[in-house]
């Protein structure tokens, strides 16, 4: 979970939601996801073939995949509270935040938490997704040093942030073997391969370093130039090292 002036901090960011309504409760602990095949559907959906997460993640009983995308959205906004998977307890940490609010429009936000009680936001998968916002090397950190479920289940949950031009030639096999780890083992290798290389593919980009501070070439990510105040910039390559 966050602590308390990270959620603040965190909620602060969203316009238009009654003040009332962004409670600190709002926030919740949200690792039950982790055994739910649906939320890894919903996380990774549209970055792949429908077909291929349904091999992957379909419940197998002849209900659409995105009926049961909308079952699991259903079931967590009826608990009126948002879930938080949180990668560890060190300084320096990263969380994924489920949000949703009244007019049905949802979303999956990843953000880095540096230590000083500030979430700053690095990517989004929602109406308007932005990113990415990891370079290979800090995927990699968080991953090895992370407590929250498996090291397969961290990869998965940080490959809608990640982009990296750099990434190694091994990253398809390493994202399939995820994928048959967390989803359906049963599934073939070959579908966890083609939605792996479909997850992977789109997101290369190249990160630089100017000034001490990682910087992104995308436009649409939110640690290139002028994307974060300067500071946050240096927060978030700090935290992430």
């Not at 429009?105 to 500030?118: A, K, N, S």
């Not at 990253?171 to 967390?182: M, Q, T």
């Not at 990160?207 to 640690?223: F, K, N, P, T």
């Amino acid at each position: 979970m966050l602590a308390r002036d990270e959620a603040v901090d965190y909620l602060r960011g969203f316009d238009g939601i009654p003040p009332e309504s962004l409670q600190l409760e709002l926030l919740s602990d949200g690792t039950w996801l982790l055994e739910r095949q649906a939320f890894w559907a919903s996380l990774l959906y549209d970055a792949a073939d429908e077909e291929l997460l349904d091999a992957l993640f379909g419940s197998g009983e002849g209900t659409w995949l995105t009926d049961q995308i909308d079952e699991l959205w259903k079931e967590i906004e009826q608990s009126g509270r948002w879930p938080v998977l949180r990668f560890g307890t060190q300084t320096g940490d990263f969380a994924l935040a489920i949000w949703h609010v009244a007019d049905e429009t949802e979303g999956h936000d990843f953000v880095v938490l540096p230590g000083d009680g500030r979430c700053i936001s690095v990517a989004a998968v929602a109406a308007h997704s932005y990113g990415p916002g990891l370079s290979w090397p800090e995927a990699k950190r968080l991953i090895g040093r992370g407590t929250l479920g498996s090291a397969a289940q961290r990869l998965l949950l940080l490959v809608r942030a990640l982009g990296d031009t750099d990434m190694p030639t091994d990253v398809v096999g390493r994202v399939a073997e995820a994928l048959l780890a967390v989803g359906d083992a049963a599934c073939s290798k070959e579908t966890a391969m083609e939605a792996a290389q479909q997850l992977v593919t789109g997101r290369e980009v190249r990160w630089s370093v100017q000034d001490d501070v990682l910087i992104c070439d995308s436009e649409y990510a939110a640690r290139r130039p002028g994307g974060l105040p300067p500071e946050d910039l240096v927060n978030v390559t700090q935290a992430l090292r």
